[in-house]
Structure formats: C-alpha cells, structure tokens
C-alpha cells in the first residue's frame, strides 16, 4: 500500500469517527447572551443550547473558543467571576470553575476608533467538562465587571458580530481575531451567533443638564423603545434644561409613582423636541415652563408622537396669549391623570 493509500484511508477513519461523534449525541449549535446583573452590578455571560445534547465525558469536554465583546472605548474591563465548565469534571465532583480570561484586547482601532475589542477564552489546562447538557439550557460562563467612561454610553457595550465588525485585517486591529467561537467534545465550530440578552440604559443619576447621569445623556445614549429610568435618590428634585432635548428615536422616560420629580424647560425654547416619525412617552414627571419664558411651546415641541402619562405640566404664563405650553403638530396621547395649570 502506497503513501497515499494510507492518508486516504486515514482520513476515511477520521471522517468516520467524526459522524460516529455527530450521531452518538453531541452540542450542534450554541449563541452568544449577556445580560447585566443589577445585584452585583456584573454582566453575566452565557452560552444558550439550541442544538444537541452532551453526556458523555468526551462530549461535555471545553475545548477552544472565543467570546468577544465591544466596549466603549476608555472602559475598564475585568473578569471578576467564573461559574462553568467544572475543572477535573469528569465524573460530575468537580466544583473549581475554568479559568476564562482576557486573552485578547485591542483598543481603539482605527477602523472603529470609539469602541474597545476584548476576547475571553477558556483554559484548557486541566480539562474541564460540563455537566449533562440538553438544548434549550442556558449556562453562565463568567461575568465581566465594565466600567463605562463618563463619555461613552451603557448601549454601546454589547456582543463582538462575526462577519460585521471588523476582521484581523482591519486598520488598526494589529491582526487580532476577535470572532466569537465555541466548541465542545471536538474542534468542530459549534458557535451560531447571538441573543439579545438586556443591557441598561443609561438612567437619570444627577440634577445636570448635561453630562455623565443627566437626562440629555440618558436620551442621547437610549436605543429605540429603551426605557430611560429616574433614579430614585432624586425623589423631590429639579433638573434646569439650558436648551431643548431632542427627541431623535423612540424612547420612554418614567419615574416612580410614588415619588416627585420636576423638569423645568428652557428659558428659550421647548424641554422637548420631538421629531416626526418619533415617539416619546413620558410618565409619572413634573414639567415647569420657567416664569420668564414667553416662546410657543414652552414644554413640548411634537411632530411626531407623544405619549404624556401622569403628567402634571405647571407653566406661569397659561392664557396670557404669549406662547404655548405644548405645540401639536402630531399625534397627542393622554393616559392616566395629566393636568395643565399655572
């Protein structure tokens, strides 16, 4: 038998073995999924089980891959806690989690210069097995401790997209491969993509009108239909607008109904801007029109939608024919118990 003879029948073998493996029972497919943690202020990562199953020793075996994440860029990002797989799990005792760690970091790439590239990968050293796994089941990895820049925004962090965000090749990324990749029982790429886990918007922390955990902040970071949350350490206080907010996107801003919380719009203009084909619903605020300010539409500004809920507007110059308090040039909705008074 010739050289070749024997490398054909070598890799008829392993072809073989290979879908003996596929059809004994084995993970087929897995995404991506972070979600933050509000009790430990972490943001856990975990691979969901679409496909597949895993009992065997050989088949709950982690074996190489990559989980990547974009950040905003100046975030600080530590790996503060680890869960699965269990080292020296062979026969279900283990209880010492993996070590994952922040193998690969690449910041600010030319490429796409306001986000940070981190790539967390497992140790291989001693193996370590997973419990018995079925599709459907949810497993937490490890959590990741971001410290967001007073610049950047809670929305940006997010999951690294193969296929979309920039390859090794990209200016800047140094030929760092930041592709997300799992694969478990064989070298065989089990890893599908993503699932939108929940990240926080950036909620309203301070009375400023601008800047870190002020409400311009808040609606400039929100993704569409986010909803933007009044911390309740502001529970009777007043934020000044120095100019209006723009209402770019659809968004919600609400606070707790127990509580109080005043909005004063600008001397000069609306508190909101709502563009058209945008939408904001607004919940459970006090809107003050300053005792100065004679322009039209001294709270609101709507071509678009907009939703008031709970609502008590206060404006000093109602029906004295200077202005407006709101301007309609939309879709106006009231719910709940909403007042208009000087």
């Not at 879908?19 to 979600?35: C, D, F, P």
């Not at 922040?102 to 210069?113: C, G, Y």
């Not at 001693?126 to 490890?142: E, Q, R």
């Not at 029982?185 to 800047?211: E, M, T």
Request: charged fraction near 15%; glycine fraction near 8%.
């Amino acid at each position: 038998m010739n050289s070749k003879s024997v490398i054909s029948l070598i890799l008829c073998f392993i072809y073989i073995l290979i879908l003996s493996t596929e059809s004994s029972g084995q993970v087929t497919e897995v995404k991506y999924m972070v979600k933050f943690n509000e009790s430990t202020e972490l943001y856990d990562c975990y691979v969901v089980i679409i496909a597949g199953s895993a009992t065997t020793t050989q088949h709950r075996t982690q074996m190489s891959s990559q989980y990547s994440v974009v950040v905003p860029t100046g975030s600080i990002v530590t790996l503060p806690q680890t869960y699965l797989p269990l080292q020296n799990n062979q026969n279900y005792g283990g209880t010492v989690p993996s070590l994952w760690s922040l193998a690969n970091q690449i910041l600010h790439p030319a490429v796409q210069p306001n986000s940070d590239f981190y790539g967390i990968a497992p140790s291989l050293v001693p193996a370590s097995h997973y419990n018995n796994i079925t599709a459907g089941d949810t497993l937490k990895l490890f959590s990741l401790s971001i410290e967001v820049p007073q610049g950047g925004c809670k929305s940006s962090i997010r999951l690294f997209q193969n296929g979309i965000d920039p390859p090794a090749a990209a200016p800047g990324m140094g030929g760092g491969d930041f592709s997300n990749g799992f694969t478990i029982g064989s070298p065989i790429q089990r890893y599908k993509g993503n699932f939108n886990g929940w990240i926080p918007a950036d909620g309203v922390l301070n009375q400023a009108d601008s800047g870190f955990g002020s409400l311009r902040k808040a609606v400039f970071c929100a993704r569409e239909n986010e909803y933007i949350l009044v911390e309740d350490s502001l529970s009777g206080k007043t934020i000044q607008l120095l100019s209006p907010i723009l209402i770019d996107k659809n968004i919600n801003v609400v606070r707790s109904p127990n509580q109080e919380f005043n909005i004063v719009a600008p001397i000069a203009g609306s508190a909101f801007v709502i563009l058209q084909n945008k939408s904001l619903y607004i919940k459970n605020l006090n809107l003050l029109a300053p005792h100065n300010s004679i322009s039209q539409s001294r709270i609101f500004t709507n071509n678009g939608k907009l939703t008031v809920h709970n609502v008590d507007i206060i404006d000093p110059k109602l029906g004295q024919g200077a202005g407006s308090s709101i301007t309609n040039l939309g879709e106006l909705i009231y719910e709940g118990s909403n007042t208009i008074s000087d």
